[in-house]
């Protein structure tokens, strides 16, 4: 009778075989994977190794894509960046054909309300608090809160300087107002995502308009 095989003995258990895929397509299965641990378990455990078994491939697979893992997540933040940040900016009035303040105000909440619905993902990883971020993250997604204040600096510019009422005393700065708003919007932006209903659409609408019409009358 022959004896049981020890723990040494037995074969091990190896992965699945990950079947081969054109390479573009194995980046966004990659990218999807990395933002999936990103959202569920935070930026603390993003990881090739994480990503890899997210994905269930090895990590020679996660490496014949992506040199490491700044490479890989600052692809996804690319790929994020197309589809968040760009729609981000069209929600802000160009400049040089600003409407009032309220009803502007109107027009923006849906248009954001909408994004956070459709993509909650994509917003997570860009709204969530920044302390855990690697580096790299961190610092694109300032450079893309930096041009949407621009932005919004440059609307509400437009919008004081074609008021035809005195400037008020003490005049506001356009630079400080534009900071104060695109940090109401990020928070109430997470609130959307972490605890959606704390605030209804309509209610904080019609907050932000009165606000801003108090700030920013609209011009007779």
Known sequence: MSAPLSSADRPRKRRPYAPRVPIEERREQLLDA??????????????????????????????GAYVNL??????????E????????????PDPQGARAPAEFA?????????MLHQ???????????????????????????????QRVEAWISRTLADQSA???????DARVLAHALVACAEHF???????????????LIGQVQLILGALLPRTP
């Not at 960046?81 to 802000?92: G, K, M, Y």
């Open 189 to 203: 932006g997470r609130l959307a995502l972490t605890d959606p209903g704390t605030f209804d659409q309509q209610h």
């Open 166 to 172: 005195p400037a008020p005393t003490p005049q506001l």
């Open 70 to 79: 700044d490479a890989l997540l600052s692809a996804l933040l690319d790929r």
């Open 34 to 63: 990395a933002l999936a641990v990103i959202v569920h378990d935070g930026y603390d455990r993003v990881s090739i190794d994480a990503i890899a078994k997210r994905a269930d491939v090895a990590r020679s697979v996660v490496y």
């Open 106 to 114: 109107t027009e923006a909440v849906r248009r954001m309300s909408s």
């Open 119 to 149: 993509d909650p993902d994509t917003w997570w990883l860009i709204l969530m608090p920044p302390g855990n971020m690697p580096t790299v993250v961190r610092d694109r997604v300032e450079a893309d809160r930096e041009r949407f204040r």
């Open 81 to 92: 960046q197309a589809r968040a940040f760009d729609a981000l900016l069209e929600t802000v």
